[in-house]
């Protein structure tokens, strides 16, 4: 067991940590401060609730303390792939005692036992596999663990939790910890910093250094005047542009990818026609003239399928090879993938201009309908000057022009 400090327990340093922590995270736009719901909390925590699981008085009255983020979902990422914990939730209290899911037994010194003591409070959710922070209420250090063991803190780099001599192969007793000022504020700085980068691509994510994107999602922040000058309004159209960009880089790396997917699966198939074929000598099946005419009609199926399915994959190999052919450099590729996504978007609006219309009064409204003709004529004068439009990264996040046209649900900046 981790020995506790005589330092007294102040639960308004944590909730001060955690409150800067995500004001921090809501400056850089990751979400609105609207999000952030404070002390006291309506709905309230169920503090009866948190009781009966076991957690002692000062665990139950810093649940109640804690600012919350609302509106976000389990596998939205917090700290290290961990995700944001809500405690005004019964379920989210309650799974907070068992948060890697392993079904515990009874008791902290046995083999499948408890690991999260009755004075530790659990942080996080561990989202998608990710990490699991625990707060000591006794020594007031953190711990951050990850999903399958060890710790994740950048500064122990994979230490693991417990010793040999552990009983209890679930404990976290010797996790290494640090004061939860110390730890907290490290990764305060990281953010601050832009090592870590805060952003919603597809889902909410933090990008660490050398990791995809996040070269060009820091050269993002700093060119809308982070962290001094930083232009928040003026960086959340950037963001906007930039993953409209991003969508169409993605469109040209689909296509160059495409015959080695394919090249692949080609493989596949031919290796399972051959597979077959080499059963199948002169009419008879595995050197058997006297299998079952039932077995042999299923083996002669089986071939047919294999031979439809290598001939199929043949055809979309020689089709992509020759669409790989054809292709026009980065630049020419880029402007096709811009045409592309430019008609997706018209489609799109097209297609919920023609139910409102079609459903008449019921449902249309002229100013949203007068809205999309000029977001469909606005797509339109996009298209027919796709070759302007940013080819790199560095042009997609600056300050679009006076003719830039937004879209507020599908989120494109052209």
Not at 74 to 98: C, P, T, W
Request: glycine fraction near 6%; hydrophobic fraction near 35%.
């Amino acid at each position: 067991m981790r020995p506790s400090t005589n330092a007294a327990f102040n639960p308004l340093e944590i909730v001060d940590l955690m409150t800067r922590y995500y004001q921090l995270l809501s400056r850089m736009r990751y979400f609105p401060e609207s999000c952030i719901k404070h002390a006291p909390h309506d709905p309230p925590v169920d503090a009866k609730f948190a009781a009966s699981l076991g957690m002692e008085s000062q665990v139950v009255e810093l649940l109640q303390l804690l600012p919350y983020v609302d509106g976000l979902h389990n596998e939205d990422e917090f700290i290290m792939h961990g995700s944001f914990a809500d405690f005004r939730k019964r379920s989210v209290l309650e799974q907070s005692r068992d948060p890697k899911f392993i079904t515990p037994e009874k008791g902290f010194d046995i083999e499948n036992g408890e690991y999260v003591r009755p004075w530790v409070l659990v942080m996080t959710e561990c989202g998608n596999r990710g990490s699991v922070v625990y707060y000591d209420t006794r020594n007031g250090h953190l711990m951050l663990e990850d999903f399958y063991g060890g710790s994740l803190d950048p500064v122990f780099s994979g230490r693991r939790n417990g010793s040999p001599s552990s009983v209890n192969q679930n404990s976290i007793d010797n996790l290494p910890s640090r004061p939860a000022k110390e730890m907290l504020e490290d990764f305060m700085n990281r953010h601050q910093t832009l090592e870590w980068t805060p952003f919603y691509l597809n889902a909410y994510r933090i990008f660490r250094e050398g990791e995809p994107h996040h070269a060009e999602l820091k050269q993002l922040f700093e060119y809308y005047g982070w962290p001094d000058n930083f232009d928040g309004p003026a960086f959340e159209v950037g963001a906007d542009r930039w993953r409209t960009f991003n969508r169409v880089r993605e469109l040209v790396d689909e296509k160059k990818k495409k015959v080695p997917q394919v090249k692949h699966l080609s493989k596949i198939t031919g290796r399972r026609l051959q597979e077959y074929l080499d059963r199948c000598q002169n009419g008879i099946w595995d050197g058997n003239p006297n299998l079952p005419a039932e077995e042999v009609a299923k083996l002669e199926e089986e071939l047919k399928k294999s031979e439809r399915a290598y001939k199929i994959v043949s055809e979309q190999l020689a089709g992509a090879e020759d669409a790989t052919e054809s292709m026009d450099g980065e630049d020419g590729e880029i402007e096709k993938a811009w045409k592309k996504q430019i008609g997706n978007y018209i489609r799109w609006i097209q297609s919920n201009l023609d139910f409102s219309k079609r459903e008449g009064g019921k449902f249309e409204v002229e100013e949203e309908t007068k809205k999309m003709e000029d977001d469909i004529r606005g797509l339109e004068e996009k298209l027919r000057n796709a070759a302007s439009l940013p080819k790199t990264s560095e042009e997609a996040i600056q300050r679009p022009g006076p003719t830039a046209i937004r879209h507020e649900v599908l989120k494109y900046v052209i």
